[in-house]
């Protein structure tokens, strides 16, 4: 369970979302934010959960086997490390215009994202070294790695105000290394799983 949270919680990258969800909540009235911010969490806790439990059926469903998922989720965690190592390299929310956010851009696609979806997805198809076990180990380990993600956003501006900037920068590069790591490890094992699967002869 520890593993799995510790993992989901290294991919959603909360220290590097502080400053999107900044510069996206600071068009909404102070009174308000820390207000929208909970909100948008409980929305992305539901989409985490949705397909925790609905993905081994989409899966199903598309024909879609566990290595290749897995080889899927490798690669999107690697495409999403990338910015944390090259600042060159910035997701831009620029483009949206709505002065109140809903869904959409906090709790997906930036707090549930592509990577973090297709971790929990794993984790209820029991497709990677760490997914196999019970639905409420799954669950808890979701819920672990959305408190402590939530509580860092919820904690941004003291966080970044005790790091400064070059601390948050310092310590989301060390967060994209890590990340790095475990999207080839997720490589491997999925593309062990596909040749083991392999019909022999």
């Not at 959409?104 to 707090?111: D, R, Y």
């Not at 669950?139 to 860092?152: E, K, M, P, R």
Request: hydrophobic share 55%; charged share 15%.
């Amino acid at each position: 369970m520890i593993s799995n949270a510790v993992l989901l919680f290294f991919i959603i990258d909360p220290i590097g979302l502080i400053p999107l969800f900044a510069s996206i909540l600071s068009r909404v009235e102070k009174e308000r934010r820390t207000k929208v911010l909970v909100r948008e969490l409980v929305f992305a806790l539901l989409a985490l959960i949705t397909f925790l439990f609905l993905g081994r059926y989409v899966l199903e469903l598309l024909h879609i086997s566990q290595s290749a998922l897995t080889i899927a989720g490798a690669m999107i965690l690697m495409l999403l490390s990338l910015p944390m190592i090259f600042p060159s390299i910035k997701l831009s929310m620029e483009s949206e215009e709505m002065s109140e956010p809903f869904i959409v851009p906090l709790a997906v696609p930036l707090f549930a994202g592509p990577s973090a979806l297709a971790m929990v997805m794993l984790m209820g198809s029991g497709g990677s070294e760490n997914g196999v076990g019970s639905p409420e180990t799954w669950l808890g380990s979701v819920c672990i790695a959305w408190a402590g993600a939530a509580g860092v956003l919820l904690l941004g501006e003291r966080l970044a105000g005790r790091l400064g900037q070059r601390g948050l920068v310092a310590l989301e590069r060390v967060m994209g290394m890590l990340m790095v790591a475990i999207s080839v490890q997720m490589f491997l094992s999925g593309l062990t799983d596909y040749i083991t699967s392999l019909p022999k002869g």
